[in-house]
């Protein structure tokens, strides 16, 4: 089981006026005015391919990032203009790959800045006799693509936590553009702590951040965030999960020092138990009100015959206090299953008149990618796809989405991998409404 500029007259053309192919069109279908039929496939190399994550630019294009090339793997970014086709201003064509090591390195989460730069993180990791060993990586990219020099003397900056497997699993940008980078210290151990960097516009860690730029919480057992959201207020929230047989959703909220807010749960920081077996929090958005909107997935069985399941996409809302909000669900907690097979929800955004998307996978071996339209109340949104559930097919294998971002127009953008071990970055675009 991640330019603010542009022309305003483009701008409320792009908004105002809807193409006639989607006329008639109802929400969740597949939007044919991207890529033809609704879908982009984008290769970087002969294998293992994959988007993680997707923003979208002040001026309607779209960015995604993941990885490419297995376990020698770079980071990989394709930015794609409104009508799903590659954007040859970036990259030369549409495609940029970076190097941090000769081994894996994988983008894990991208945001835009105000000024139009592209921040993607991630992590890079190799074998060593002891083990994996691991680092948060950023690299930032000007608009056009090229590595941006400014930030850590070449465009790439890394930050160790421990000797072991350290990984950043996601970024956001602060109002006054500073970087939020947010993963797991010492991953592949029970010791494993949610990891939290933050770093000033020229890529050096910000001391006010904890002492010397870095943060890490430890829940009751290892914990991995996944996810992070800034509020309106400047605190930080990041949520996550504890290492499989013990799982809950975590969730921790940060002062703009990077303390943790103990008008937060008390102490900052929280553990919700959402159904059986392993779960995990994986996306976190927060509501115009302040509420924090998390989504993940429960009930998947463990490894040892449990009879329960299949998996299921699973969301929570709380309180800013860190109190579930009993108005969503009944008691602050929402389940969705996909019929008999497994599903899990990978990200999750608010659109502008407040539902809730979540998006992510179903189907296993066979999967595809499932997105899920959720009414303020947590009910599902029966106007979205007939039953507020919507899923896709790319290939005949393995369709998996992580990444999901909402246009200013209110179409739905969501980014993963087509194919199994000749995986591709995916796209899909739906109509909102």
């Known amino acids: 089981m991640s330019v603010r500029r542009t022309s305003a007259v483009a ?3 792009s908004l105002a006026v809807m193409p006639s192919a989607l006329a008639g069109a109802g929400p969740g279908t597949l939007d044919t005015t991207f890529g033809g039929d609704g879908k982009v496939t984008t290769e970087f190399g002969p294998s293992f391919d994959g988007a993680t994550a997707v923003a979208i630019q002040a001026d309607g294009k779209i960015v995604a990032v993941g990885g490419a090339g297995g376990s020698a793997g770079r980071f990989a970014l394709a930015r794609y203009d409104t009508d799903g086709t590659l954007d040859a201003t970036f990259g030369g064509d549409g495609k940029v790959r970076t190097d941090f090591t000769n081994r894996s390195d994988v983008a894990q989460g991208v945001a835009i800045q105000a000024d139009g730069k592209i921040v993607a993180a991630g992590d890079i ?8 060993v691991g680092r948060f990586a950023l690299a930032r990219y000007d608009t056009n693509g090229t590595l ?16 072991g497997e350290d990984g950043a699993s996601a970024v956001a940008i602060q109002a006054d553009g500073k970087i ?3 993963g797991s210290a010492n991953g592949s151990c029970f010791c494993s702590r949610f990891a939290l960097a933050r770093y000033d ?3 050096t860690l910000d001391a006010t951040f904890g002492g010397d730029g870095k943060v890490t919480t430890r829940f009751a057992h290892g914990s991995q965030a996944t996810a992070v959201a800034i509020q309106a207020d400047g605190k930080i929230v990041a949520v996550g999960g504890q290492v499989p047989e013990v799982s809950r959703f975590e969730v921790a909220r940060y002062g703009t020092d990077g303390t943790l807010d103990p ?5 900052g920081k929280l553990t919700t138990n959402m159904g059986l077996g392993e ?18 997935y429960t009930d998947v069985p463990h490894e040892f015959g449990d009879t329960f399941g299949p998996g299921k996409f699973a969301l929570a809302r709380y309180r800013a206090d860190g109190t579930l909000h009993d108005a969503f669900g009944g008691d602050g907690k929402v389940t969705t299953r996909f019929g008999h ?11 502008a008149d407040g539902k809730i998307v979540a998006v992510g996978h179903t189907g296993g071996d066979g999967g595809r990618f499932a997105l899920v339209r959720y009414d303020l109340d947590g009910s599902l949104d029966a106007t979205f796809g007939g039953d507020g559930r919507v899923t896709t097919n790319f290939t005949a294998g393995e369709d998996f989405a992580f990444g999901v971002a909402v246009q200013a127009d209110g179409r739905i953008v969501a980014a993963g991998r087509a194919g199994g071990s000749g995986g591709r970055f995916a796209l899909a675009r739906y109509v909102g409404g």
């Open 11 to 13: 701008l409320f053309i």
């Open 125 to 132: 990791t190799r074998f060593t006799p002891n083990g994996v």
């Open 148 to 163: 941006d020099p400014t930030f850590g003397g070449d465009g790439r900056v890394t930050t160790s936590f421990t000797d």
């Open 180 to 182: 939020v980078a947010a």
């Open 201 to 203: 516009d020229d890529g």
């Open 263 to 267: 008008s937060f749960s008390g102490d």
């Open 279 to 296: 779960e995990s929090a994986t996306g976190v958005a927060i509501q115009a009100n302040g509420r924090i909107v998390v989504a993940g």
């Open 341 to 351: 097979t497994t599903a899990a929800a990978e990200g999750v955004a608010i659109q």
